[in-house]
């Protein structure tokens, strides 16, 4: 594999000599760039001699060939990795600042990103920091660490760089593991939908699309080719899957029924709206005009999964008609069952038949750190056979990883 080896000044950059060693021992090429800052904690003549290959730094060095240095090493890696990021650098890199050359290059780079964060505890605990994280790992950069323990300031608390032998073994094994949807077409939904009233007025729900933009990300890293059709998100679409928006429920309907065919699996977490205006106004409402009281006409939306399961869409496989091709199902649903976990399994099963989807994962919205707007979920997963699997609570991109690989353990072998 090409790696990048990006080292900001942090002091664990004096590191960084033995992770280009151990990297290079696994086989691997290694180029490193730097900022000025690192080069004053590590020697710029050992990172040249352990990497054979020259440091880079400077956005406008005397050019040695023709071409742009910054975008050409940006084409270059397969995968860069900031190792130590500090504060400053992950707080550019979530700005999409490029003002040196390491930033310049990773806002040109397409390759996969990874930090392994380095710095006092309360850098790493200021909310600054944590935010940018957040939304750097919303982005689709990975973190590794930081671990907790001992710093060179004296203290002691999260914040140090994970050893240099630790990053090589979470890289080869993220790199080297099984990717069991290589080849397979999945179409998510995630988002919110919006059933505009008049050009300014809605209604929607909560819904943040961060469920199924992590299941977005977690099957484009088991090698799926992934389309995310979205209504309204809070986070970013990873990178590397095909978005198609979609603001209300009827063009979200579309979107899925212009893509299924083209899809192994289809997975339906977008929380699309049950009823829509049923005379939208073109031009603003004007209260003046309503007067103290509002009376709004809704009319249910079209079903789309229990239309896609509908008799003569059989599920894809082996001996099925032409025509008769449909992806593999899997529904969501958010239950309010009180934190009573028979409950949600036979709220899921009357959902699952009335469905008809092959599977369905059903969460409790009642209970804290499983909902909507929260960063973790939990539920239960049944299948149509009557197998049912417990995903316990883990961040969503854990829950989406789960759900995955239960799903291509029992419908896509
Ligand atoms: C001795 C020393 C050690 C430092 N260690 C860290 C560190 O571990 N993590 C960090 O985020 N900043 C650390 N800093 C502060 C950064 O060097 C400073 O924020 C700098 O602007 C970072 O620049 P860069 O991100 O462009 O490399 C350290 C500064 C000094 C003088």
Redesign the pocket.
């Known amino acids: 594999m090409k790696i990048l080896l990006g080292i ?5 950059a004096y590191k960084t000599p033995e992770l280009v060693r151990l990297l290079k021992k696994a086989g691997h090429q290694v180029r490193v760039a730097c ?4 080069l ?2 590590v020697s710029r003549i050992a990172l040249e001699t352990v990497s054979g290959e020259p440091v880079l730094f400077e956005t406008f060095s005397p050019r040695t060939h023709p071409g742009v240095e910054h975008i050409d090493l940006a084409g270059w890696p397969d995968v860069v990795v900031i190792a ?1 990021a ?4 992950i707080a550019k890199l979530a700005g999409g600042l490029a003002d ?1 050359f390491l930033t310049t290059v990773l806002l040109a780079t397409p390759a996969p990103v990874w930090i392994a964060p ?3 505890t309360h ?1 790493w605990e200021h909310p600054a920091t944590l935010e940018n994280v957040r939304r750097l790992t919303g982005r689709g950069v990975r973190v590794i660490g930081p671990d907790s323990g001992e710093l ?1 300031c004296g203290t002691s608390g999260p914040g140090r760089m994970s050893e240099p032998s630790v990053i090589v073994r979470i890289l080869e094994e993220h790199f080297t593991r099984p990717r069991p949807l290589a080849g397979r077409r999945v179409l998510i939904t995630a988002g919110a939908t919006r059933e505009h009233l008049d050009p300014v007025r809605f209604i929607s729900n909560p819904s943040t699309g961060r469920m199924g933009v992590a299941l977005a990300r977690a099957a484009r890293e088991l090698g799926a080719e992934v389309t995310l059709v979205h209504g309204h998100l809070e986070v970013p679409v990873p990178d590397g899957v095909v978005a198609v928006p979609a603001v209300s429920a009827m063009e979200l309907h579309r979107a899925v029924f212009e893509w299924k065919d083209r899809a192994d699996l289809l997975i339906m977490t977008a929380a699309v709206g049950d009823y829509m205006s049923a005379s939208p106004a073109a031009e603003k409402m004007k209260k003046e005009a309503l007067g103290a009281t509002l009376t709004l006409q809704l009319v249910r939306t079209p079903d789309i999964l229990a239309e896609l399961s509908q008799p003569g869409n059989a599920p894809s496989g082996p001996g099925n008609r032409p025509g008769e091709r449909r992806p593999i199902l899997v529904g969501f649903a958010a239950e309010t069952a009180g934190g009573d976990e028979s409950r949600l399994l036979e709220l899921a099963r009357q959902k699952l038949s009335r469905k008809g989807c092959d599977a369905l994962f059903a969460n409790d919205v009642s209970l804290t750190g499983a909902g909507f707007a929260a960063e973790t979920n939990q539920g239960v997963l049944l299948f149509a056979d009557g197998c049912v699997v417990w995903v316990p609570q883990g961040t969503k991109d854990q829950v989406a990883v789960s759900l995955l690989e239960s799903v291509v353990a029992s419908l896509l072998r």
């Open positions: 900001s000044g942090g002091i664990a900022t000025r800052n690192a004053e904690l130590p500090t504060a400053n650098v040196d380095g710095m006092n850098m060179a």
